[in-house]
């Protein structure tokens, strides 16, 4: 009889623990703010499903898309959320544009988040709608000049990677006049407006252009690494910027996680392990080098290692966004 109860109490005791355990049964949302379908969105599906494995327990995972301003509704959202865990921010270098671009932020990038850790950094490719009359890199700079003020360049939203981009390579190649710029919630309405030849070209990420190259259904004139792309089947026959002599030229794009200040360090914790888990998991690996991305090894899975790393590119892209003299409000 003792025994019968002892085993009920320890029955009852797990019981409760199992209720309170993270995650329970409610679903951990990813909340990415751009468009579903482009390259944010990859990372965040991917990242997921890794996470749903490593995490074990029957924890699952659901993608919310709150897209527009660059990333920046999105941000605010979850920094307005309750801190425990169910609702996490999966966001790229626009963390670090935004507080640049937007000077009436209503989030504070480095207070009002923890830092779980980094992702992955991708490369960028400079693309155009299939029928631009121009197919190599050197072809594209003489038809922009050629036709200065009558092409657009779409991006996907201000403060967005694409954006950025753009901005740094109008700069470059001085034809900050030479385009109109065209927002997006995402690049993915953007590839589409672009695959059917509404607008003239973009800055995207490899993640979403892979893809398209590969199909033909855009054209892709160069990346914006410092080095070619020599262990990508596709991206290693497209010059770098630098080689098409853009001096200094070099923009790769990167991806974290976050979530709400306040969320508790044990939750924290076992985010970060789930997450160090699934970004060796063999799967991920493959799906994300395929398309040009790199995984970050553990040591920039930390919260420190991230938090630090934001605020350095926070302090590298203000000037960048003052040069260019463009603000979003
Ligand atoms: N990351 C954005 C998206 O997923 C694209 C961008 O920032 O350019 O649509």
């Given at each position: 009889?003792?025994?019968?109860?002892?085993?009920?109490?320890?029955?009852?005791?797990?019981?409760?623990?199992?209720?309170?355990?993270?995650?329970?049964?409610?679903?951990i949302t990813?909340?990415?703010?751009?468009?579903a379908?482009?390259?944010?969105?990859?990372?965040?599906?991917?990242?997921?499903?890794?996470?749903?494995?490593?995490?074990?327990?029957?924890?699952?995972?659901?993608?919310?898309?709150?897209?527009?301003?660059?990333?920046?509704?999105?941000?605010?959202?979850?920094?307005?959320?309750?801190?425990?865990?169910?609702?996490?921010?999966?966001?790229?270098?626009?963390?670090?544009?935004?507080?640049?671009?937007?000077?009436?932020?209503?989030?504070?990038p480095?207070?009002?988040?923890?830092?779980?850790?980094?992702i992955?950094?991708?490369?960028?490719?400079?693309?155009?709608?299939?029928?631009?009359?121009?197919?190599t890199?050197?072809?594209?700079?003489?038809y922009?000049?050629?036709?200065?003020?009558?092409?657009?360049?779409?991006?996907?939203?201000?403060?967005?990677?694409?954006?950025?981009?753009?901005?740094?390579?109008?700069?470059?190649?001085?034809?900050?006049?030479?385009?109109?710029?065209?927002?997006?919630g995402?690049?993915?309405?953007?590839?589409?407006?672009?695959v059917?030849?509404?607008?003239?070209?973009?800055?995207?990420?490899?993640?979403?252009?892979?893809?398209?190259?590969?199909?033909?259904?855009?054209?892709?004139?160069?990346?914006?690494?410092?080095?070619?792309?020599?262990?990508?089947?596709?991206?290693?026959?497209?010059?770098?910027?630098?080689?098409?002599?853009?001096?200094?030229?070099d923009?790769?794009?990167?991806?974290?996680?976050?979530?709400?200040k306040?969320?508790?360090?044990?939750?924290?914790?076992?985010?970060?392990?789930?997450?160090?888990?699934?970004?060796?998991?063999?799967?991920?690996?493959?799906?994300?080098?395929?398309?040009?991305?790199?995984?970050?090894?553990?040591?920039?899975?930390?919260?420190?290692a991230?938090?630090?790393?934001?605020?350095?590119?926070?302090?590298k892209?203000?000037?960048?966004?003052?040069?260019?003299?463009?603000?979003?409000?």
């Open positions: 009889m003792k025994r019968l109860l002892v085993l009920a109490l320890a029955a009852t005791a797990l019981f409760a623990q199992a209720q309170t355990s993270f995650p329970g049964t409610k679903p990813f909340v990415v703010p751009f468009a379908g482009g390259p944010t969105d990859r990372v965040a599906r991917d990242l997921a499903e890794a996470m749903r494995k490593s995490m074990g327990n029957g924890a699952n995972f659901v993608v919310e898309n709150v897209n527009g301003a660059g990333g920046t509704i999105g941000a605010a959202k979850v920094s307005k959320a309750a801190p425990d865990g169910h609702t996490l921010l999966l966001h790229h270098i626009g963390m670090a544009a935004a507080p640049g671009l937007y000077r009436k932020l209503s989030y504070k480095l207070e009002d988040f923890e830092y779980l850790g980094m992955n950094e991708v490369p960028m490719t400079i693309i155009g709608k299939p029928q631009l009359a121009a197919n890199y050197r072809d594209l700079e003489n922009i000049k050629a036709n200065s003020g009558k092409l657009n360049i779409a991006h996907a939203g201000l403060g967005s990677a694409s954006h950025l981009c753009g901005l740094m390579w109008q700069s470059s190649i001085n034809a900050k006049e030479a385009m109109t710029t065209i927002p997006f995402g690049t993915a309405p953007a590839m589409n407006a672009l059917g030849g509404q607008v003239d070209m973009m800055c995207d990420q490899t993640t979403n252009t892979v893809g398209q190259i590969e199909a033909g259904r855009v054209k892709a004139y160069a990346v914006t690494t410092a080095k070619p792309l020599s262990s990508n089947k596709l991206l290693k026959d497209y010059p770098t910027l630098q080689e098409m002599g853009l001096k200094g030229f923009l790769t794009i990167w991806h974290g996680l976050y979530a709400p306040g969320t508790p360090p044990a939750v924290l914790a076992q985010i970060n392990t789930a997450m160090k888990a699934a970004l060796k998991d063999p799967e991920f690996i493959k799906k994300q080098e395929g398309l040009g991305a790199v995984v970050v090894t553990d040591k920039r899975v930390e919260p420190a991230h938090k630090t790393f934001v605020t350095n590119e926070i302090n892209l203000k000037p960048v966004i003052d040069a260019a003299g463009k603000y979003a409000d």
